[in-house]
């Protein structure tokens, strides 16, 4: 059974700094891999979507990365923004299109000015 | 992107009664429509999967008789809790995928009371 881990749960940062959100799954048998952003009692607004066949995906100051073998993926945030204080989940897809994703809990960001 | 719409945003019921959430998919169209609860801190778990024109598929644990999902058409999908007790209290959100890519409503936090 495919589980999705997230650490840290919760990161607190000043304004600036680069970051690095971690996701770890434990079947490699992944479809592909997606990024959200949750703000509090919201929706999910995708950010990323790695197919498995990809290592990265960038898009403007975020760059999230895959690797397989190892089971991880990580969303890097350059120069950090108070407006990136949000709750950041990872999905894992499985290997038929058609499937629902799997979630991790989600690391909560702070981003202090 | 592709758009979700989930409505309504927010409904507070009194324990009992029903209430009806609407996902619709406004610019493609969705065969299948996955429906996921989200408890205070906790990660998106996967309830039911809806399928245009055929019977939702219930994950363990999910009463389909309390949850009743209707998947009409191939843009709205509802799903509807029957009368609704204090811990059914949570945020419901739909979810379709158009190619690869999975698109989530804006959410509806339901608060029996």
């Known amino acids: 059974k495919q589980e999705v881990t997230q650490i840290p749960a919760a990161l607190s940062v000043p304004e600036g700094e680069n970051l690095v959100l971690n996701c770890s799954f434990t079947?490699?048998?992944?479809?592909?891999l997606q990024w959200f952003r949750q703000d509090p009692g919201k929706g999910l607004t995708s950010l990323l979507l790695i197919q498995s066949s990809q290592r990265e995906q960038t898009s403007g100051r975020l760059n999230a990365s895959l690797d397989k073998s190892s089971g991880r993926s990580t969303l890097y945030i350059a120069a950090s923004q108070p407006g990136d204080s949000a709750t950041y989940l990872c999905a894992a897809s499985l290997n038929q299109a058609g499937t629902a994703l799997i979630f991790g809990k989600g690391t909560t960001l702070s981003v202090s000015s | 992107g592709a758009v979700v719409s989930q409505h309504p945003s927010w409904v507070i019921c009194k324990s009992g009664t029903s209430v009806k959430i609407e996902c619709r998919s406004l610019?493609?169209?969705?065969?299948?429509m996955f429906w996921y609860r989200q408890f205070p801190k906790q990660s998106l778990m996967l309830m039911a999967t809806?399928?245009?024109?055929?019977?939702?598929?219930?994950e363990q644990g999910v009463e389909k008789d309390k949850f009743l999902i209707n998947h009409a058409s191939l843009t709205l999908s509802t799903l509807t809790v029957t009368s609704a007790h204090p811990e059914d209290s949570s945020f419901y959100i739909c979810?379709?995928?158009?190619?690869?890519?999975?698109?989530f409503g804006q959410g509806t936090r339901l608060t029996v009371v």
């Open positions: 610019d493609f169209q969705a065969t299948t």
């Open positions: 809806s399928n245009e024109g055929s019977k939702a598929t219930y």
């Open positions: 979810s379709s995928r158009r190619g690869t890519e999975a698109f």
């Open positions: 079947d490699s048998a992944i479809y592909n």
